[in-house]
């Protein structure tokens, strides 16, 4: 098909929406280890997980075989209102970078809660409702999972109670509007309201809390309320489910027009996106059908693929979550205070973590000034403000490019906007006032944490 | 065509979208009123104009005749970066309200400026680039516009100067950032960078400004400045004119599956939205070709419409600018502070003012705390965090639907969703906290301002 009629975004129309969300790990040869149980280092059993998780996200997690699950309708009907998400071809990017190859992205900061993280909220908070729960505890730290679980569950009329890292809920008023607009109520955490919480407070009485803390208070709630269970935005085998269908909305697009990626890039943080981007074209390398450079992008601030280990880890720094084998930098590795707050985790999905140790895909850490840089020239060519989580895979996006200008070749390359940056204002206020650095661990600290993993087999 | 078939969001293809803007007041038999100058009380020439306004802008202003204007292909370029914006059935709207109407809004928020205003920036800015200017300076209050402007000169290179009035500089940070991202200069007014701003200053050193003094500068700037003119984002015709798109779009995307509104509902505030969802539906009404009720819904807190005087006025509380002959409820009017920031101007489009004056339009006011009530219901349902402007709409949309549910009339309603409210966290939080009144003037006070209005035979 001509090169000059694919259009500057391709929307599908609703017909042409996929119906089932594609599992990667069922096209994988070696699967993705499994969750272990801290206490017992056995791995975990269905009824273990469902005292935490919902039972239908339970048999999502545990299942490698099953290749897709139909996407229930309510869901589909909640993904109508804002999806499908934009496959848009960088033309105006193209032309400033004068470079022969052909970018697109997949856009997902169309919707209220500013990111794909919505893909996966509305299908967690559907199983709970349909289990007969009456609402779910969840953290947030920057606030865009948390938002989106408050969309999902404002809309389906089921309780939403988010702990959120107390410095974030005091700097970021805003997210927490969000969240109050769509009825969750929203904790400062640590908090007086769980035993943790009070431990840490009387501990650390001036503490602005951690993510790790979050996770704690959220998880001893699920466990101790009738009702409640507990969900979690990334990083576990279901999300990366859910989040196949930007991936599959992508690749029908580009199927549409004859176009065949050469690249695909993504930012990884928990793994997400990446995983939901990737995952089609991932299945047909697996199956041997066709071949794709598959990149993920990191900080460089906190980079578990290209400097951690591949090993059974704690999710969290609490460590009362289930182990997990992964790349990471140790659970109690801290990254050093980067605005890209959605790739601020040691760890990394198992599923991505397994095709990356077998040479599926491969890793790239960035500076966040260079990040920041390619940011704000994106955004005045392409008109969308990205968040900075999605500015790292930009930023891999235009070197790929520019190599391309260098060697004169017409690569095809596919990119994930994960989101906008309306509320990562102050971190663009910083790179304008020149107090952004790039801080990068050393090897010393990041051998410290590592030395620290638990002792599996 | 069967109902079961309209999509959740309509999208026109490229080949689908409008090449030409409509310009509503070639088929109005009674035309609007001619600027008037200041200084004479004669009819502004256009080479008076020339010095304030580019010259297209100009022509485009003084055209009451020529029915289309061809949309230039790098201005059709640009929309397509954020254009078509979706024509929505709000499908859960309708379930929530069990109401028979069938409610359709057009969405203008999916873009970084977060409104319809980009619509019109580009199109000045691109007339700008044209003349060979080397920018272009305007003002912001809420910041909606000057984002836009921003963005539209970072596009094409063009240096813009935007005049922010002092409280807002200081109190949204955030949109002073996004100016900043796209390149613009963003200076608190009143300045010491113009005489009028240093005369104010020296009078009242401690003032956070206002909209009349921030045009003051602007103007200021432009016509002292070789290379630069002044650009405004609403009220004028030429605005209307490129605002015409939204209309357009959205009767293509509902003649495609042949639907026809019984009500058409927009925001007003300077009208330039309005005026241009209704462009070729109040064409259509009239040519004598169709009928439509069309509903403009401006704050109770500043009813220009529904409580003004349809009088010559000043257009800037300053008393420099042209006299138009609009609604008004007087130059000197101060709306109480109100969250809408862009519907709170005492007057209204001269355009429309005569449509309203002639009868082929009706006006409501509606108050705030009702306005923010219907916005968080229509977050909820439908995933969208609506603009305070915008919400205006909502609610007479859900009015019109309540009583469709009462008459058991299925009315098709079309209102115009103009942008988002992630700038306007601070209203939503003083609405949960109970802070947020609904002020609406007395009599005498409007009586007092409409008292001041200039003698113009």
Same mark, same amino acid.
């Given at each position: 098909m001509s090169e000059k009629k694919i259009p500057y975004k391709i929307y599908l129309s609703e017909d042409e929406m996929p119906r089932a969300w594609y599992n990667l790990r069922a096209d994988m040869k070696v699967k993705p280890a499994p969750l272990l149980s801290p206490?017992?280092?056995a791995p975990m059993t269905a009824q273990e997980l469902e005292g935490v998780f919902c039972t239908e996200l339970v048999a999502q997690e545990l299942?490698?075989?099953?290749a897709f699950f139909a996407i229930p309708q309510e869901i589909r009907d909640f993904y109508k209102m804002y999806r499908p998400s934009p496959l848009v071809r960088a033309y105006c990017l193209e032309e400033q970078l004068q470079t022969p190859a052909k970018i697109y992205y997949k856009f997902?900061?169309?919707?209220? #809660?500013?990111?794909?993280?919505l893909n996966s909220a509305i299908a967690q908070a559907y199983y709970a409702k349909k289990q007969g729960l009456q609402g779910v505890t969840t953290e947030t730290g920057a606030g865009q999972w948390g938002t989106a679980l408050s969309m999902a569950c404002g809309y389906l009329g089921l309780d939403c109670k988010v702990y959120m890292v107390k410095c974030s809920y005091e700097q970021k008023p805003f997210r927490r509007e969000v969240m109050k607009v769509y009825g969750a109520s929203v904790t400062p955490s640590? #908090?007086?309201?769980t035993n943790v919480g009070r431990k840490i407070l009387a501990e650390f009485p001036g503490t602005t809390g951690s993510l790790g803390c979050a996770i704690s208070e959220a998880v001893e709630v699920a466990v101790n309320t009738p009702g409640y269970r507990y969900v979690l935005g990334s990083v576990l085998n279901q999300v990366m489910l859910h989040q196949s269908i930007i991936g599959l909305e992508s690749k029908i697009a580009l199927d549409k027009y004859g176009v065949k990626p050469d690249i695909i890039i993504g930012c990884a943080g928990g793994g997400s996106n990446l995983g939901g981007l990737i995952a089609p074209f991932m299945g047909e390398k697996l199956r041997g059908e066709a071949d794709y450079r598959i990149i993920a992008v990191e900080p460089a601030s906190c980079p578990s693929f290209t400097r951690g280990k591949f090993a059974y880890d704690f999710c969290d720094t609490g460590m009362v979550c289930p182990l997990a084998k992964m790349y990471t930098l140790g659970s109690s590795f801290m990254p050093s205070a980067d605005h890209a707050g959605g790739l601020r985790f040691h760890g990394m999905s198992p599923v991505l973590s397994q095709l990356y140790h077998d040479g599926y895909m491969e890793a790239v850490s960035v500076n966040q000034t260079d990040v920041f840089q390619v940011a704000e020239q994106f955004a005045r060519v392409e008109g969308i403000l990205p968040a900075p989580e999605s500015s790292h895979a930009i930023l891999a996006a235009v070197n790929e490019a520019k190599k391309c200008k260098e060697t004169g070749e017409e690569k095809t390359i596919l990119f994930g906007l994960?989101?906008?940056g309306y509320f990562d204002l102050v971190a663009y206020e910083r790179f304008h006032n020149g107090g952004m650095s790039s801080i990068i661990p050393t090897d010393e600290e990041i051998a410290r944490s590592l030395a620290q993993l638990p002792q599996v087999d």
């Amino acid at each position: 098909m001509s090169e000059k009629k694919i259009p500057y975004k391709i929307y599908l129309s609703e017909d042409e929406m996929p119906r089932a969300w594609y599992n990667l790990r069922a096209d994988m040869k070696v699967k993705p280890a499994p969750l272990l149980s801290p206490a017992t280092g056995a791995p975990m059993t269905a009824q273990e997980l469902e005292g935490v998780f919902c039972t239908e996200l339970v048999a999502q997690e545990l299942d490698n075989d099953t290749a897709f699950f139909a996407i229930p309708q309510e869901i589909r009907d909640f993904y109508k209102m804002y999806r499908p998400s934009p496959l848009v071809r960088a033309y105006c990017l193209e032309e400033q970078l004068q470079t022969p190859a052909k970018i697109y992205y997949k856009f997902e900061g169309n919707n209220t #809660s500013g990111s794909h993280k919505l893909n996966s909220a509305i299908a967690q908070a559907y199983y709970a409702k349909k289990q007969g729960l009456q609402g779910v505890t969840t953290e947030t730290g920057a606030g865009q999972w948390g938002t989106a679980l408050s969309m999902a569950c404002g809309y389906l009329g089921l309780d939403c109670k988010v702990y959120m890292v107390k410095c974030s809920y005091e700097q970021k008023p805003f997210r927490r509007e969000v969240m109050k607009v769509y009825g969750a109520s929203v904790t400062p955490s640590p #908090s007086d309201t769980t035993n943790v919480g009070r431990k840490i407070l009387a501990e650390f009485p001036g503490t602005t809390g951690s993510l790790g803390c979050a996770i704690s208070e959220a998880v001893e709630v699920a466990v101790n309320t009738p009702g409640y269970r507990y969900v979690l935005g990334s990083v576990l085998n279901q999300v990366m489910l859910h989040q196949s269908i930007i991936g599959l909305e992508s690749k029908i697009a580009l199927d549409k027009y004859g176009v065949k990626p050469d690249i695909i890039i993504g930012c990884a943080g928990g793994g997400s996106n990446l995983g939901g981007l990737i995952a089609p074209f991932m299945g047909e390398k697996l199956r041997g059908e066709a071949d794709y450079r598959i990149i993920a992008v990191e900080p460089a601030s906190c980079p578990s693929f290209t400097r951690g280990k591949f090993a059974y880890d704690f999710c969290d720094t609490g460590m009362v979550c289930p182990l997990a084998k992964m790349y990471t930098l140790g659970s109690s590795f801290m990254p050093s205070a980067d605005h890209a707050g959605g790739l601020r985790f040691h760890g990394m999905s198992p599923v991505l973590s397994q095709l990356y140790h077998d040479g599926y895909m491969e890793a790239v850490s960035v500076n966040q000034t260079d990040v920041f840089q390619v940011a704000e020239q994106f955004a005045r060519v392409e008109g969308i403000l990205p968040a900075p989580e999605s500015s790292h895979a930009i930023l891999a996006a235009v070197n790929e490019a520019k190599k391309c200008k260098e060697t004169g070749e017409e690569k095809t390359i596919l990119f994930g906007l994960t989101g906008t940056g309306y509320f990562d204002l102050v971190a663009y206020e910083r790179f304008h006032n020149g107090g952004m650095s790039s801080i990068i661990p050393t090897d010393e600290e990041i051998a410290r944490s590592l030395a620290q993993l638990p002792q599996v087999d």
